[in-house]
């Protein structure tokens, strides 16, 4: 009798379709988003060292080309060679603030937390993508070295959150003026979008294609050793 009185519109069976269909994409992107998550921990309890000591190491290697270049362009400017300084200095440092004891200790712990998720995509073992967060890094050492421990607290988590990486496709509904049929449409290409880019992730190539994506651990070993031992010596001198 209800349904004589008010039957159910085409363009309601439309918007049970659509709403049936975000749920459906929300728990697949939650699943594979926590799979995902669950690898990359595990990768990174076993290469913690070696992804912040690359991490540090490329950002200065990054400052010592930006010095150059600009060296080189003043020289030009005066009309003479450029001629590389012995006591080149980079990454400056600010006057380190006080600080007790413990503070200096969790100031650590949130440089060293924060180190690791200094890159949207860090185990993709490809520098072209590593190199899209020497600027966050560098701040990230920037902060550190000054001793604010607040400023360091407020960087932490604006990289923890992902809010760093400006070019990631981040999950937002769509404008609430929009038609309602629009709105979930809406909704749904942009998770559709987020599931491609994640399942795009290195980690989740390797969790869906490897036959034991543990050995995955050795491989990013060797790959941040060779790094780390390149890095050293383009950085030597600075170093010093």
Known sequence: MSQDIFPITN?????????????????????IENQITAFETMLRSHL????????????LYKQLQRDKKEK????????KKFKESK???????TAPEKSSVEDQ???KRLYREAMLFTHPDTFS???DKIGL?????????????????EKLYNYHAHICSGNAFSQNINYKPANATDFKDQYLEKEIAEIEQLIIETKNKH????????????????ELKAYYVDRIFKLKKRTRKVRI
Do not use: C, W
Not at 72 to 79: F, I, M, T, V, Y
Not at 87 to 93: Q, R
């Open 125 to 127: 073992m490809q520098e």
């Open 203 to 218: 980690t989740y190539k390797v969790l869906t294609e490897y036959e034991n994506p543990l050995t995955f651990v050795d």
């Open 105 to 107: 200790k969790e100031r």
């Open 133 to 149: 967060a020497t600027e966050i890094t560098a701040k990230l050492i920037e902060i550190y070295q000054s001793g604010n421990l």
């Open 11 to 31: 363009h309601e069976n439309t918007q049970e379709q659509l709403k049936a269909r975000l749920v459906i994409l929300k728990q697949e992107f939650n699943a």
């Open 72 to 79: 080189r362009l003043a020289q030009k400017k005066r009309g």
């Open 87 to 93: 006591s080149l200095k980079v990454l400056a440092k």
């Open 48 to 59: 913690e060292n070696e992804i912040i000591e690359e991490h540090e190491l490329n950002a």
